[in-house]
């Protein structure tokens, strides 16, 4: 059965970086495609960036440029490097097996900007 662990959430200034990390637990790593979302309060989950198992990748808009994801096959971990960050891109942060199914979903991580 396949788990999500999310850390590296946290409290940050406009303009400063956080590393999001996403462990895997289970079989399957190498051949799913990995995605982060994040839910705002009062609004509805969205798809910031995904990464598919042959390591292309895209991104919201909104977060093109500030944003990247990555892999590492060894650590059965995806990461979201954040920079530049917003007060609008306070919100929790989830990691998301894409595919194949199941669909599985980290329990989330919570990332405030604010000064």
């Known amino acids: 059965q396949v788990q999500l662990v999310e850390s590296g959430g946290g409290l940050v200034l406009p303009g400063g970086s956080l590393r999001l990390s996403c462990v895997y637990s289970?079989?399957?790593?190498?051949?799913?495609?990995m995605g982060w979302y994040r839910q705002a309060p009062g609004k509805e989950r969205e798809r910031v960036a995904v990464l598919t198992a042959a390591d292309t990748t895209n991104y919201a808009d909104s977060v093109k440029g500030r944003f990247t994801i990555s892999r590492d096959n060894a650590k059965r971990t995806v990461y979201l490097q954040m920079n530049s960050l917003k007060p609008e891109d306070t919100a929790v942060y989830y990691c998301?097996?894409?595919?194949?199914?199941?669909?599985?979903w980290g329990q989330g991580t919570l990332v405030t900007v604010s000064s």
């Open positions: 289970g079989s399957g790593f190498r051949i799913s495609g």
């Open positions: 998301h097996r894409e595919y194949p199914d199941p669909f599985v």
